[in-house]
């Protein structure tokens, strides 16, 4: 088994050092301009938020896999998963809280041993619930098999990720036998209906680059995807959401590894574009931690930068008010948010 | 001097050969940029056949781009290794089919 950087104390495990590799890794990097003075020649700093609509809760960093560009290290062997108490919390907060989507994401959400609760529950309170599945927990034990159709009795959305339309591409990113076991859960959620027209029930899927490229255009892409998919397994599906690799946790090594760092880093900042600067999630997201602290998004939250000091630290405290006038915590690895269509866990935001 | 004729890190500079002559060089990136846009062709097709002509001219600088241009613009490590082939068919081919200007001047030439 794969093990996470966590379980191997590598280096990369450790945030502040992440931090450092971006800012100081070497001279090209230091040279590189400051994510902030760009956001200053745009009038953008310092970033504040434009409202509260997505309320994103990273359930555990658990995870069936150990693809080799998480951002949040996850894997089997991760054993941070939200208590009940905190998933409470978190039903207070939303009561009240203008939000309109409540955002699943982990490791593999499902896996957390209230998911299926939470997720009626929060129904309940009448928002919309989107799950960002692996796909291929679906296509393992009982339990996780019969979640299609209780997605689909709670009208949840789900996103996906799917890295390629390929085997091969797929699996090197994702491990051996993602690609057919993805396909096999898309057929299943295909076949009650999800991704299909006028059922109301919302399939999208994330593609991000394996490796060291940006995603190209949305549009395009998608139409490749749907055109791919559907000659060779029938898939249908609604969006494609393209997203841009950010440079930290097992993606950092990966660049660090092959050498592709500084070039990386290059492109993302060549692309900045003031735009997509408008647009970056954190904006209009918050993200909150397995235990309840919050962030400015699930990046800052892997780096261990909650928000700052003046606003609420966890969703205990939570003060809406206060979070919309809090300042967005920034640092390098905000530039792959910025690059060309620029990126979000919606997709491209220009 | 540069100890080699191709250095990777002079693909990045490629817009500063407007230093020596700005006009032509704006009215090119225009055009290049203009070329490369989606239209009846898409710009993933485009990229894959730039990826082959990369090829045909043997320019690193091209094939580098390209490839990355192609990977982003979602082309498969098939269709990239398909267009290759393209390239090299008709590299092949192009002097293969003059053999037969070889032939004629032989029959031309003999008794
Ligand atoms: S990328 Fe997603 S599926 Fe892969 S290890 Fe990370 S959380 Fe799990
Ligand atoms: S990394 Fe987070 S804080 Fe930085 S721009 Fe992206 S969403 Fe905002």
Known sequence: ???????????LSDPAYQLQ????????????????????????F?????????????????????????????????????KKETFR???????????TTVDLTGGAPEMNPHFKWFVEEASKLGKEITVRSNLTILTTAPKYRALPEFFAKHGVEVTCSLPFYNKSRTDRQRGEGTYEKSIEALQKLNGIGYGREGSGLELNL?????????????????????????????????????????????????????????????????????AAAQGVMCRNT?????????????FNQMLDM????????????????????????INQHCFGCTAGAGSSCGGATT | MADTYYQPEDLKKFKDVADFGPELAEKFFEYYGAVFEEGALSAREKAL????????????????????????????????????HVASAIRGGSSLVHGVQMMNKTKDLSM
């Not at chain 1, 069936?64 to 951002?71: A, F, P, Q, V």
């Not at chain 1, 919390?89 to 939000?99: I, N, T, Y």
């Not at chain 2, 990826?51 to 390209?66: E, F, G």
């Open chain 1, 1 to 11: 088994m794969i093990k996470s950087l966590k379980t191997q104390s590598h280096k």
């Open chain 1, 21 to 44: 590799v971006l800012n100081n890794y070497s001279e090209s990097l230091r040279d590189l301009p400051r994510f902030r003075d760009k956001l200053k020649e745009t009038d953008l």
């Open chain 1, 46 to 82: 310092p970033l504040k938020p434009t409202g509260i609509e997505i309320f994103q809760m990273n359930v555990g960093y658990m995870c069936n896999m150990t693809c080799k560009h998480c951002h949040v290290d996850a894997g089997p062997d991760r054993r941070e998963v939200m």
């Open chain 1, 89 to 99: 919390q978190c039903l207070e907060a939303l009561r009240d809280s203008e939000a």
């Open chain 1, 206 to 274: 994330v593609y991000n680059p394996a490796g060291a490229f940006l995603p190209g255009e949305q549009e395009p892409m998608e139409q490749t995807f749907k055109r791919q998919l559907s000659r060779k397994h029938g898939i249908v599906f609604n969006k494609l959401f393209t997203i841009t690799n950010l440079p930290i946790s097992r993606f950092l090594n990966f660049l660090l590894e092959s050498g592709n760092l500084e070039d990386y880093m290059d492109r993302l900042v060549t692309a900045y574009n003031p």
């Open chain 1, 286 to 298: 918050i993200s909150v931690g397995w235990d309840g602290t919050l962030y400015d998004c699930d």
């Open chain 1, 306 to 329: 909650p928000v700052e000091e003046d606003a609420p630290r966890h969703i205990s405290e939570w003060n809406e008010l206060k979070l919309n006038n809090r300042t967005i915590r």
């Open chain 2, 49 to 84: 056949i730039a990826l082959a002509v990369s090829h045909t001219v043997q320019c690193p600088y091209c094939i580098d781009a390209y490839t990355t241009e192609s990977l982003e613009k979602g082309a498969s490590e098939e269709q990239m290794m398909e267009a290759v």
